[in-house]
């Protein structure tokens, strides 16, 4: 028995050490599961936000390509609206499903960015389904529409803790126009 005594701290510190390392391992572990589980959540929003930006975009091209066909913008692929109504429709349709992923997914102020960024793209849609041919007010609606834009991809950069970006906005030549304009 006295030799078992005398074991005993031996046999102690091995169970106290495994004890102390299958705990170090499994928080290990842990951290390593919730850390690749961020990095799969962030993953899954970004699709999330950009399947919802693509879609809206797709409304946004061919809003420019309809508003050239009536003279209101400087697009070079003017589309008529008999053409564009399928287009724009099948647009409309295609963005519903990635809307509704983004307002069960996203964070609340990419949702608010996202819907202002929609009413803006819808007002477009009403004014060329009205056959309007005003070019300032349309330049009115384009610049309302890229400042939402703007702020909905911000938003995006905030909630993924992204780095800034581009504001998308490049200096394009306005056909006839020697100042240069943005489109």
Known sequence: MSEFLGQLPALIGVVVGALGSY????????????????????????????DYARALKTSVTLSYRVAAHLGNDPHPHPLTPEEAAPLLAEATVARDPSGETLLLLGSAEVVAKARTWVVAVMEMESFLRARTRDPEVWRALMERQRAAREAYYAAVRGDLALPPGHGGRWALPVPGDAAGRQR
């Open 23 to 50: 705990v170090a391992v499994m928080r290990g572990e842990q951290v390593r599961f919730r850390r690749e589980q961020a990095a799969r959540w962030e993953e899954r929003l970004l699709t999330v936000y950009a």
